[in-house]
């Protein structure tokens, strides 16, 4: 089984839609919990950092559930400009905190 | 701020050949990462260090090797290129000290092996 795991999509969705991402870890011990954005062929980028009580930046609502160990995103009133990767991360846990796993990603394309 | 550097930006390889992606962090970070990105997929976790004098594999070590020269510098290498590595390859670092910082990566390094 993958550490961390999505829905690789794509998602398709027009301008305005509210749109929503679930990752799921394997790690119960895992600490850190990221989003981040990538656009094509570009290095990826830090979205938002993910807190136990959930959290908020603008259009952007992370919430993680440790009970299920999933962490989602949701963008409401989606711009033409959100349309790209995005990217679930989550570290390692105690013996391996510092390690910093990938999921393979979420493509999201908005449509005028 | 330079932030993360990677060199080269490109690189083509005749399999066999070996060679040796650089990376450096101006931002005195500990820990530092080597990532792969294939196509279609998400960044794989090749070698981390951890702190400076550490190095740990990530999922997809086999056919690499990693050096942490020092804390600002952490190369990646390959001794025998294969047509399975063609790929882009990410460097990144982190303060590791805290929890939820952030990783910052530098521009890739798009590798062809032929």
């Known amino acids: 089984r993958k550490e961390v795991e999505q829905d690789p999509g794509p998602f398709n969705v027009p301008e305005g839609a509210t749109v929503a991402f679930n990752c799921t870890y394997s790690n119960s011990a895992s600490q850190s919990f990221f989003w981040y954005r990538q656009d094509c062929r570009k290095e990826p980028k830090l979205l938002m950092s993910?807190?136990?009580s959930g959290n908020e930046d603008g259009r952007f609502t992370a919430q993680l559930n440790r009970a299920s160990q999933y962490i989602s995103l949701l963008i409401r009133d989606s711009k033409l400009s959100d349309s790209a990767t995005y990217l679930c991360v989550v570290n390692g846990g105690h013996s391996s905190a510092s390690k910093i796993i990938f999921g393979s990603g979420t493509r999201l394309s908005i449509r005028p | 701020n330079a932030g993360v550097t990677q060199t080269p930006k490109f690189q083509v390889l005749k399999t066999g050949q070996s060679m040796t992606l650089q990376c450096a962090q101006d931002?005195?970070?500990?820990?530092m990462y080597w990532y792969r990105q294939d196509p279609g997929m998400g960044l794989r976790l090749i070698y981390y260090s951890a702190s400076e004098g550490t190095t740990d594999k990530g999922e997809v070590p086999n056919g690499y090797n990693v050096s942490r020269l020092n804390k600002r510098e952490f190369s990646l290498r390959l001794e025998s290129a294969a047509p399975s590595q063609t790929s882009v390859y990410f460097c990144a670092s982190r303060d590791r000290d805290r929890v939820n910082t952030e990783a910052f990566f530098g521009q890739g390094t798009r590798l062809t092996v032929v």
């Open positions: 931002m005195n970070h500990n820990s």
């Open positions: 993910v807190y136990s």
